[in-house]
């Protein structure tokens, strides 16, 4: 027996008020998928390279979000094995100052993780979705000298209700398992199928980032396609003790990672299953065995009796 899951989410990133850049904004996004009653989650970080001279940056998300929903995890970067973990790279804090900034050294270069606050982030409704607004004119004079990094966390509800939807079916007999298919297609900047407000905004020829870096961690019980997968991996527990969200509880967590990149939009396809024993069907089998069995041995001694006479 085979349930499916589906869900189609389009996400944009844009600026406007530019001048010419050096080099577009990294994007990185993170899912974490809630298995069972667990909830799913969507981090989505940012790197903007110096001497950038981007105004605002704009970020389309397609569920309701207020600003109280934003979950900033800025003070996560100040442990050293977090920031190692994220960026795979050997990173040192050198500075923080409290609500200000984070300053990270690596590969020579020095680099500043800031509060959404900084950047003065403002929620607006879009349709059944939302926009999130970075204003980078608020440091524009960190940006002449340093790279700037924010990241920041949002629940994922689509994802939350499929993993928790319980089928009718699941207590049918036709099979012993319970196959559920899970599908993920996440769309960025594909014009088709954006709201017509989020659109009109959007240059299908301009190159709004430079690479795109998609991961995905979930429970070990559901099993990903990685036919295109870039890099897969066992979550390092301890190392992200201080950065997986409160509500994550699941252990043995598989890392699957994908990477995009010289590409003005992209989209991720990301097929998953679960198979689990379906023990109404065991329940009804034994049973079936069972009366099978008192059947026959009802069967044998009646003919033995009926030999005997």
Same mark, same amino acid.
């Given at each position: ?176 398992? #319970?196959? =559920? $298919?899970?599908? /993920? *297609?996440? &769309? %960025?900047?594909? +014009? ?9 905004? #959007?240059? =299908? $020829?301009?190159? /709004? *980032?430079? &690479? %795109?870096?998609? +991961? ?94």
């Amino acid at each position: 027996m085979i349930n499916y899951g589906y869900v189609d989410s389009d996400f944009a990133f844009w600026y406007k008020n530019a001048t010419l850049n050096l080099r577009q904004p990294d994007i990185h996004l993170n899912l974490w998928v809630g298995y069972n009653n667990e909830s799913s989650f969507i981090d989505i970080g940012i790197r903007f390279y110096k001497e950038m001279k981007i105004r605002k940056y704009f970020v389309y998300v397609p569920f309701e979000v207020s600003l109280s929903d934003v979950e900033d995890l800025f003070e996560t970067f100040s442990y050293e094995d977090v920031v190692q973990g994220i960026f795979n790279k050997t990173c040192e804090v050198i500075r923080k100052v409290s609500g200000e900034y984070i300053e990270l050294s690596y590969d020579g270069e020095k680099e500043k993780i800031l509060p959404l606050s900084q950047l003065g982030i403002t929620v607006s409704r879009c349709g059944q979705g939302s926009i999130l607004c970075l204003n980078l004119k608020n440091i524009k004079f960190l940006l002449k000298t340093t790279n700037i990094y924010v990241r920041w966390r949002l629940s994922y509800l689509a994802l939350s209700r499929i993993m928790k939807k319980r089928q009718l079916r699941d207590f049918s007999i036709d099979s012993p398992y #319970i196959m =559920s $298919n899970y599908r /993920y *297609f996440f &769309k %960025i900047n594909e +014009i088709r199928s954006l709201p017509l407000d989020v659109k009109g905004k #959007i240059n =299908s $020829n301009t190159k /709004y *980032f430079d &690479k %795109i870096v998609m +991961i995905l961690v979930n429970n070990n019980k559901i099993e990903i396609n990685t036919e295109n997968c870039y890099k897969i991996r066992v979550l390092e527990e301890e190392q992200f003790k201080n950065y997986k969200p409160n509500k994550y509880t699941g252990s043995n967590s598989n890392v699957y990672q994908w990477h995009i990149s010289n590409s003005n939009s992209c989209n991720f396809l990301i097929e998953a299953q679960l198979r689990k024993i379906n023990w109404f069907s065991v329940l009804i089998y034994f049973l079936i065995i069972l009366m099978t069995g008192l059947f026959t041995d009802g069967l044998f001694e009646c003919i033995k009796d009926y030999i005997l006479k």
